[in-house]
């Protein structure tokens, strides 16, 4: 197990902790909103559920019925979880609306707290460690989780707030605009998976000017031909290249066969995540 997996297994491991440790705090204590922000906290680790569970599933082989592999069915799985996440965030809003105001327990603030501290250095340890390994993925995921207890901090101080309700009484509403805030970024996060993934399952093809370039720049070394048009499209952890070409009318067909073999190759060795080629070779008149 790499170093960048064991890490974001214990941040899963521990964020999950942390959540569950919310969820039931903010049930026995009576917040909402510490409730929503433990859903909020799982709904955000749903997208490294999706890589692990979706990226296990799609590299499974190609068959007969599947001649490009099962690579989609990472963002199917992706879609159900959307799904679900925006029926949480919305049940969260509608239930807070319709029902009754409560004071939450003063422990709670000590449970928000404790959440609070853990996520900052959960996220310091990821960010020391992705910098330790030069690691993009993991440097941004600990600022991720930095982020995520912006939450928490909401909670802690709508508690304080509600508390004082007894001088200001609008004060008693503080748990229901920390929730239903909480409860906006949950339908957000699901909404952005589900609209990523939506495009990616119709067959989004991938808009990267630099690397169509340089997967150009790679096809133009072979002599006598010309690119018409050329698509990426993602097929969950692999790429499909899909390309029309034409090449001189006067190649014999052995000769055109072998041009698109050695392009297949240099493409395939330029990024590893190409693993299926398509090209349609179209004639020309030119000598």
């Given at each position: 197990m790499s170093a960048v997996t064991k890490t974001m297994v214990v941040s899963m491991i521990v964020n999950v902790f942390l959540s569950l440790i919310k969820i039931?705090?903010?049930i026995l204590g009576s917040c909402n909103s510490l409730i929503a922000d433990g859903i909020h906290s799982i709904s955000d680790l749903s997208t490294d559920i999706i890589?692990?569970?979706?990226?296990?599933?799609s590299l499974k082989p190609a068959d007969n019925k599947h001649p490009y592999g099962h690579g989609k069915i990472e963002y199917l799985t992706s879609l159900i979880i959307s799904i679900v996440i925006l029926f949480l965030g919305f049940s969260i809003i509608y239930n807070t609306i319709n029902r009754q105001t409560v004071i939450p327990k003063v422990w709670v603030l000590i449970v928000s707290f404790i959440t609070i501290i853990s996520k900052y250095f959960l996220s310091s340890f990821i960010i020391k460690q992705g910098k330790r390994i030069n690691s993009t993925i993991l440097i941004a995921s600990g600022y991720e989780s930095r982020s995520d207890a912006v939450g928490s901090i909401g909670v802690f101080l709508s508690v304080i707030v509600m508390h004082l309700s007894s001088y200001i009484n609008i004060f008693k509403y503080a748990d229901k605009v920390a929730t239903i805030?909480?409860?906006?970024?949950?339908i957000k996060t699901g909404f952005n998976i589900l609209k990523e993934n939506i495009g990616?399952?119709?067959g989004e093809q991938l808009i990267d000017e630099d690397y169509l370039q340089k997967i150009k720049n790679i096809i133009y070394e072979e002599e006598d031909l010309k690119i018409k048009n050329i698509h990426i499209l993602r097929n969950g952890p692999y790429n499909h290249l899909v390309a029309t070409i034409t090449m001189n009318n006067f190649m014999s067909l052995e000769e055109a066969h072998?041009?698109?073999d050695l392009i297949e190759l240099k493409v395939k060795e330029y990024d590893e995540k190409i693993k299926y080629v398509t090209i349609h070779v179209v004639p020309t008149i030119d000598k």
């Open positions: 039931i705090s903010g890589a692990i569970i979706g990226n296990k599933l805030i909480i409860a906006i970024l949950i990616l399952l119709l072998d041009k698109i």
